[in-house]
Each structure stands twice: as structure tokens, then as C-alpha cells.
Nanobody
Framework: VQLVESGGGLVQPGGSLRLSCATS?????????MGWFRQTPGKERDWVAI????????WHRDSLKGRFSLSQGDAKNTMYLQMSNLKPEDTAMYYC???????????????????WGQGTQVTVSS
């Protein structure tokens, strides 16, 4: 399974960006949870939003609700992250990740995720 992120870039504070995550390979038995994570140098990777593609259930990190919104794409196992009112502290490398959960719940811990994209850089600066 391969994941590819796109849509990052440089944006001014208050601006918006939309990230995309596309998967390829056989995901039918290997992926039932997908997530967006972000990481800045020297810090741990944090979850941003999680998607269970089969059910369409979505979870957002509380501190980002209202500004960040995950949506599921029409194509199987694709998703987007709409980010608005961006702040300098949102500057990070953003990753798309996926894994096969044994139950009906998708974990938010990055160590649970098996497959990762290479990341897309988001920089919020004036």
C-alpha cells in the first residue's frame, strides 16, 4: 500500500490549504483506518484527524475543530484535509497514514499506523 500526500505549501496567516491523500495498492484487506498527522522538528508526531473509510466516521483533534476538516474522497481510500484560518503554529510536515484495525475503532496513536506517505510541508508565515 502506498500513500501520497499533496497540497502543502507556503500560506499567510489566516489563509487556507487543502491537502490530499491518495492510496494505491491492495487496500481491501490491509486498510480500514486512515489519518492525518503532523510533526515539527524535535517534537512528536501528533494526530490531526482520523477516518474510518468503510463507515465514514471521522474524528478531529479537539484543538483543531472548527479550523481543520477531514473529508472522504469519492475514490476509495482517498481523503482530504481542509485547513482554514491557518496560524504559524500549524507549520509542520503533514503526513497521511493508514492501517488495518482489528476492531471497530481507529486509534489516534501514530505507532498503530503501518503505512505512511512521505509527507507534505505546510508553512504558515507572512
Amino acid at each position: 500500500v502506498q500513500l501520497v500526500e499533496s497540497g502543502g505549501g507556503l500560506v499567510q496567516p489566516g489563509g487556507s490549504l487543502r491537502l490530499s491523500c491518495a492510496t494505491s495498492g491492495d487496500t481491501s484487506t490491509t486498510v480500514n483506518c486512515m489519518g492525518w498527522f503532523r510533526q515539527t522538528p524535535g517534537k512528536e508526531r501528533d494526530w490531526v484527524a482520523i477516518l474510518a473509510p468503510s463507515s465514514g466516521n471521522i474524528w478531529h483533534r479537539d484543538s483543531l475543530k472548527g479550523r481543520f476538516s477531514l473529508s472522504q474522497g469519492d475514490a476509495k481510500n482517498t481523503m482530504y484535509l481542509q485547513m482554514s484560518n491557518l496560524k504559524p503554529e500549524d507549520t509542520a510536515m503533514y503526513y497521511c497514514a493508514a492501517y488495518q484495525s482489528g476492531g471497530g475503532f481507529c486509534f489516534t496513536e501514530p505507532e498503530k499506523y503501518t503505512f505512511w506517505g512521505q509527507g507534505t510541508q505546510v508553512t504558515v508565515s507572512s
